[in-house]
Each structure stands twice: as structure tokens, then as C-alpha cells.
């Protein structure tokens, strides 16, 4: 293998740029050619393709989003799109891929594999929900950005004396929420892997209302459903005050923590190495911090599961 491409798809993530980096810098170092590929799939049809060299990615890892641009790109679900695509990596002499990106990015890569092109997936998206790993990048500090918003909603909530309802993201993956609510001590977290039963909150607002606590925080999933609904569901049950904080995209930017640069580093290197070492159609990953690798229809074949352990934590820390 004398020259890779490497692209970031999907929803982008804190981190990808680390990772970026990570593929260029390990594949020089190795005495390969690296060539970025702009707006993920998009840029790859459209043959939005240049070479990367070691200062091409100086700078960056500090940095949040991606260098490379991201885009969701319908025509790549076709074969004709997937077709197109591989013709234009011909055209530029590119022998192998990296694709930084979530479970959908993945689907992408494995056609790619499918049709004979030598692709490996890195995990980048802030959910945490791609099976074989037990950490995406971005993940972390999506994390520390909720708890830092929390933190401060906590300060007016204490100061005021109410409940508030903050809605973050995760559509599918409750890990956010999950260990977003056990880092902030939550009263309530509701993910959407787990049932909840209302009547239950409130008697637990209640009581502890009665012990004389000054204020609630319930986060909920975006999967479970809109916060401002759960939010007057809330107060019309029990008549306190309550407020609503959906946080948004802020939750998908920032300077990635100490934690994902190095989780970045880490994996974009480890897929230089793998293809270099004639693998292909597989997935990196940490799995209880060793650096592992998963074939890629492996990985979309299963489903990400929270830990519900440490669910049942959190429910035994908030009684
Ligand atoms: P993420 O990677 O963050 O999960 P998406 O689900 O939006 O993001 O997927 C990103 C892109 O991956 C899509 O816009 C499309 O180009 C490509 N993709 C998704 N599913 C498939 C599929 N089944 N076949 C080929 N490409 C796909």
C-alpha cells in the first residue's frame, strides 16, 4: 500500500480533527501518501480529493469539528453512488481508506469493502453508540460540555428553588444522559433504553421536596421524547416550578478534553496500521483500554447496549 484517503461523514464530533491528524501523521511516518477527501461521501463523488502533507495538520488537534467537512450524502446509498465513488479513489491512486464517522458512515464503509475496496471505519460521534468499542471520539467531551452546562443551570436552579428538565442528545444511545446524570448527582434520568414510570418521579420530587431539597435536575434523552413536554408534565403532577434546557448542537462542539485526543490519536493510528497490514472491512475500537479491531458487518450487525448497571446506580444514588 503506497497511498491512503481518509474522510470524516456524518454527524461531526470533538475529536476528528486528532484523528485526522493521527492518519496523516502515522502514514507519512510509515512512507505512505495520505489524500483528504472533503464533505465525507459528497466530496468522495464529487472527487473533492487533495493531497495531505505533515503540516497540513498542524494545529488542529485542539480544534473541534473537522477539517476535512463532513456531509450526509443520499446518492452514496446507490450503487451507482458507492461505483462512482470507487472510480474516483482509482483516479487518484488511492489503495486504501479511513472513514471517520458514526454507525451510518459505517454502512458507507462497508459497501466500500463490499466491493472490494480496503476500508476501515474509526468511531467519531458523540453518542457512544457504535458496538466493538467502549468509547467513540467526541464522546467525552460532549460529556464534560452537559456537565458543565448543568453545573451552572444548577447554581440558578438552587438559587430559585426548581425543578429543572434539561434534554441532551442521544436519539437511540442513553449514555450521554446516563453518565451525564451520575456525574451530576440527577434526581431522574430517563434514557431510551430503560422504561419510566411518571408516577414514580414525582413521588420521588416530592419526597424530595418534603426533606427540604432546594432543587431537581432530570435529564432526559432526546429519544425518550421532547423535554418540554416532560417539563409541564412535571409541574402540572406536582406544582413546583420547573424549567426546561434543551442543549442542543453546543453539545457536538468544543475543544476535544485531554481524554478524546489521545482516544483519536490512538485509533486513527491504529487504522494506518491495520491497512498497512492488509486488513480491511473492519472497525477500531478500545475495549477495556486496549486497542482492538472488529469486522465491520460484525459491528453493524449488533446493537450498542448502555450499561444498565450503572442505570441501576444511578437510581439507587438518587432515592
Ligand atoms: P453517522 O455516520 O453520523 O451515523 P449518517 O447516518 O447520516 O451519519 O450517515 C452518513 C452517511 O453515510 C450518509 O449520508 C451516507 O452517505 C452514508 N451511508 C449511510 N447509510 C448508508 C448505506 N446503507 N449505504 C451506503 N452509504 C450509507
Known amino acids: 500500500m503506497k497511498r491512503i484517503g481518509v474522510l470524516t461523514s456524518g ?49 488542529i488537534i485542539h480544534r473541534g469539528g473537522t477539517m476535512l467537512y463532513t456531509a450526509r450524502c443520499e446518492e452514496f446509498k446507490t450503487l451507482e453512488g458507492q461505483q462512482k465513488g470507487i472510480e474516483q479513489l482509482k483516479k487518484f491512486g488511492i489503495e486504501g481508506l479511513v472513514v471517520i464517522g458514526g454507525d451510518g458512515s459505517f454502512q458507507g464503509a462497508k459497501k466500500l469493502t463490499e466491493h472490494g475496496f480496503p476500508t476501515i471505519g474509526v468511531p467519531g460521534t458523540i453518542d457512544n453508540d457504535i458496538p466493538g468499542t467502549d468509547f467513540t471520539i467526541g464522546f467525552d467531551t460532549a460529556l464534560n460540555t452537559i456537565i458543565e452546562a448543568i453545573d451552572k443551570i444548577r447554581d440558578t436552579a438552587t438559587s430559585h428553588e426548581r425543578t429543572y428538565v434539561i434534554e441532551v442528545m442521544g436519539r437511540h444511545a442513553g449514555d450521554l444522559a446516563l453518565w451525564a446524570g451520575l456525574a451530576d448527582g440527577a434526581e431522574t434520568i430517563l434514557i431510551p433504553e430503560a422504561d419510566y414510570d411518571m408516577d414514580q418521579i414525582v413521588n420521588r420530587l416530592k419526597r424530595g421536596q418534603e ?33 426546561v434546557t434543551v442543549l442542543g448542537h453546543i453539545q457536538r462542539g468544543g475543544s476535544p478534553t485531554a481524554s478524546d485526543r489521545v482516544l483519536a490519536s490512538r485509533l486513527g493510528a491504529k487504522a494506518v496500521d491495520l491497512l498497512i497490514d492488509g486488513k480491511a472491512g473492519v472497525t477500531v475500537g478500545i475495549q477495556k483500554n486496549e486497542l482492538v479491531y472488529h469486522g465491520i458487518e460484525e459491528v453493524l450487525s449488533q446493537k450498542h447496549e448502555v450499561n444498565l448497571d450503572m442505570y441501576k446506580l444511578s437510581q439507587e444514588l438518587s432515592i
Request: proline share 1%; charged share 20%; aromatic share 8%.
Open 11 to 59: 454527524g461531526d464530533s470533538p475529536g476528528m480533527n486528532a484523528a485526522i491528524r493521527a492518519v496523516v501523521r502515522k502514514a507519512i511516518f510509515h512512507g505512505l501518501e495520505v489524500y483528504g477527501i472533503n464533505y465525507g461521501y459528497a466530496g468522495l463523488i464529487a472527487g473533492d480529493i487533495h493531497k495531505m502533507e505533515l503540516g497540513s495538520v498542524g494545529d
Open 211 to 243: 426533606r427540604g431539597k432546594k432543587h431537581s435536575i432530570i435529564i432526559v434523552a432526546e429519544g425518550v421524547g421532547n423535554g418540554f413536554s416532560f417539563g409541564k408534565e412535571i409541574s402540572d403532577a406536582t406544582n413546583m416550578e420547573t424549567r
